[in-house]
């Protein structure tokens, strides 16, 4: 692996590799050299970032120019990439969902199961107030934990474009996109209910709602579930919550506190985090880096594991989880 600046190889250049991933790494201290895009839009507008640009991935692997190779299609188009960096042997991150169907994430584990680095782009367990958070239920802040509850919602109706240019919204697509809102948002809260508890999700049932967008996919949704140790989780997601009301909020119960996390799920860094004593008293302000934003900190993981340093990567647990998931996404679509 080199020694200097790591070259990042971009599989997918639209909004999430664009405007987040991208700057990421850049402010973790790598390069960003490659992009490889089928949309002649996207490669322009890598290449006006200064990139080289490559139709395909695998004259972007040929190419040499990249130590790791971070993957941001539509959920569909996962699978394929990742599957040529594993054959190349070029460590690889891959944008969530791992697949739009468990069987594309079942295909995924096997083609990087072995030594190579892989990891699932849960982006939120990096966010510096997650992570502190980890730290405050690790430490006892609240007590032994209760249960976790999520709000975190957007809007995402059919011409849905992330930047006012036209925009090809796979998102309403249930094939590519593998569902809707609660396959595109969920996840993020379900791994980190895994990672801030520090156990295994035994248990989910999904309750799903087409209610406001007409598209063919879910656009809210209602997770309920728990962990082996007994800890309840909730979590509501959205397509259909205007942007402008409250809609970002993670909230740990605990025997003694709560703790909140406020506009701290998302792409941006900062947000806030508090905790309420059990006891009574004022508010605690919970500090946390507000300046660096969660992909910043995944890359500089995702970075730090390739040089071989301890990671939390793991293929393994991320298709348990996507199993979990798919049995009760694909019970509650039975009733959409
Ligand atoms: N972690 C997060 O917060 C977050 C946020 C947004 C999106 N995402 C995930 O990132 C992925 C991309 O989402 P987006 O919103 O950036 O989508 P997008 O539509 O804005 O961009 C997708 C890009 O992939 C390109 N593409 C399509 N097929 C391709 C292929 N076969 N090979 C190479 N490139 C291809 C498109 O031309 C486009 O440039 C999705 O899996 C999504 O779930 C994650």
Redesign the pocket.
Known sequence: MARGAMRWGI????????D?MAPGIRAAGGIVSAV????A??RARAADDGVAVFA??GAMLASGLCDLVY?????D??L??VRACAAAGVPVLC???IGATLEQAEAMADAVAGPLLYGT????RHHPAHVALAQAIAEGAIGRVVAMRIVYACWVDPGWT?DGTA?????ADPAR?GGGAVI?LAL?GLDLAERLLGEPLVGLSIALQRRIHAYPVDDGGMLTGRTGSGVLFQSHVAYNCAEVLPRRRLEVLGERGLLVATDTM??TAGGTLVRRCAAGGPREALAFDAGTT??AAQAAAFMRAARGGAHDFSMLRDLALMRLFDRAYTEARRWL
């Open positions: 599989v997918g250049y639209g909004w999430v590799a664009r987040h490889a895009d089928p949309s839009r996207s395909d991935v993957v941001a299609t539509p959920n188009a996962h394929a990439p944008e969530k969902p782009a849960f982006d939120q992330p925009h090809d919204n796979w998102r996109a595109d993020h998302g792409q969660p992909f």
